[in-house]
């Protein structure tokens, strides 16, 4: 009961959010979008442990056993790859799982909560902790750890990471270029979670991929209007406020868009704390249905590194 009409609060709270993006886009609907402009569409996708509505880590890992077929099923559908960032725990106990994924052209990238060091057992415990609060060293013997254990597991080196509940720091970009990391994807724009201990990215507007020395930074795409965010993501927005953030970049930018959609494969089993699996799973149906009438090309982060590299020559 209660579940139910947490999922309804969500729903009607995204309605809501998705009334007001509406009105701001009428002006851009008007206007002609540009068709030649090459559009780039990175799905990174948070793999760990199942946690409750209350996001506490619950010790089963059922959306790998389980949701993570329903999802590729999806992808496989519009020919999409992604890069899943996976804890070493997920790591250890799911390597043939990844390894198969990586064999078909997905990239496996590195993805860290510090309570899976600092805790004798990580099950029943609610994620409070970032990385970005840990001294440089702590965060060094941390990432090289889970490297070694991603490695290890599956026998190839991770490249891309992202940090649990983005926390992440210049500490923690200079131990991942230490560690041979090219890509980080752990930056939310606009979004401050500073008052919980977390990181605040108020200071960094941008949606746009940018270098940082060896590291090549991917912000999630959470586009800001009239002080309210609204992430591409189908657990948090709905399709047509998805549709609505597409086009506005597709209008704006006058060179190559580049939309990283962010999500955790919990979200396609039931429990979990951000939507009904069904729902979150007819969302992504429709946004890559949709993605794929306007040329989308869909890539993984390495893929774009590779590209970003060129442009930037
Ligand atoms: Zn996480």
Redesign the pocket.
């Known amino acids: 009961m209660i579940m139910q009409f947490m999922t309804e609060l969500s729903g009607i709270k995204a309605l809501t959010k998705g009334f007001f993006l509406n009105l701001y886009f009428r002006k851009y609907k008007k206007k002609s979008i540009d068709q030649q402009n090459p559009i780039y569409l990175i799905i990174t996708i948070?793999t760990?442990q199942d946690v409750d509505q209350q996001y506490q880590n619950i010790g089963t890992y059922r959306n790998i056993e389980s949701g993570i077929e329903t999802i590729s099923s999806v992808f496989d559908k519009y020919t999409c790859k992604a890069t899943w960032m996976v804890?070493p725990d997920v790591a250890k106990q799911y390597s043939e799982i990844l390894k198969k994924m990586h064999d078909k052209g997905d990239e496996i990238g590195c993805?860290i909560?510090p309570e899976f060091f600092t805790r004798s057992s990580i099950a029943h415990l609610r994620?409070t902790e970032y990385l970005c609060n840990f001294s440089k060293d702590e965060q060094r013997r941390m990432i090289k750890k889970s490297t070694e254990i991603i490695e290890r597991a599956c026998g190839f080196r991770p490249v891309s990471f992202r940090s649990?509940?983005f926390g992440l720091n210049n500490e923690t970009l200079s131990v991942l270029q230490e560690n041979g990391y090219l890509i980080d994807s752990s930056v939310c724009p606009n979004m401050n979670w500073s008052k919980d201990g977390g990181p605040d990215w108020s200071h960094y507007p941008n949606t746009i991929p940018y270098f940082v020395g060896n590291i090549l930074e991917v912000p999630i795409t959470i586009f800001h209007v009239w002080g309210m965010n609204y992430w591409f993501r189908p657990s948090v927005s709905t399709t047509s406020t998805m549709k609505n953030i597409i086009d506005y970049f597709r209008f704006k930018l006058k060179g190559p868009v580049i939309l990283n959609m962010m999500f955790?494969s919990m979200e396609s089993i039931t429990p979990n704390p951000y939507i009904s699996s069904n729902e979150m799973i007819t969302r992504l149906d429709d946004i890559l249905s949709y993605l794929t009438t306007i040329n989308v090309k869909c890539i993984t982060l390495s893929e774009l590194y590779d590209l970003m590299e060129k442009i930037e020559g």
């Open positions: 948070d760990e804890t993805h909560h994620h649990g509940r955790h």
